[in-house]
């Protein structure tokens, strides 16, 4: 059974850093991406940031680009997301999720829907005061 589950969220300053976690089970990572993903209030849940199943690099949306990174440990099931120099426009729930046909890489920066991607995790609450 795919099992994806984060943590790490809370309330943070501006201009502070948090690290999100993604524990996965049911699935190899060597053979899949995998993405992080947010949904602020009233808005529509987009891609933050992935690792490619096509090239396993690393890939980042232009508004968390330089801020934000995405990493793995070497052997293990987890994945992480380093947010630095956090804002308040990054108050959001953070999803990690992953999809066995469609690279999560597509969603984050190639323009596909995250609609296309089938499994997720419950999500994280962040929150960037001002």
């Known amino acids: 059974q795919v099992r994806l589950v984060e943590s790490g969220g809370e309330l943070v300053q501006s201009g502070g850093s948090l690290r999100l976690s993604c524990r996965v089970s049911?699935?190899?990572?060597?053979?899949?991406?995998i993405g992080w993903f947010r949904q602020a209030p009233g808005k529509e849940r987009e891609g933050v940031s992935c690792?490619?199943?096509?090239?396993?690099?690393?890939y980042y949306a232009d508004s968390v680009k330089g801020r934000f990174f995405i990493s793995r440990e070497n052997g293990e099931n987890t994945v992480f997301l380093r947010m630095n120099n956090l804002k308040p426009e990054d108050t959001a729930v953070y999803y990690c999720a992953t999809d066995f046909e469609t690279d999560p890489c597509r969603t984050v920066v190639g323009g596909v829907t995250t609609y296309a991607i089938d499994y997720w995790g419950k999500g994280t609450p962040v929150t960037v005061s001002s």
């Open positions: 049911g699935f190899d990572l060597d053979n899949f991406g």
């Open positions: 690792i490619s199943s096509r090239d396993r690099m690393a």
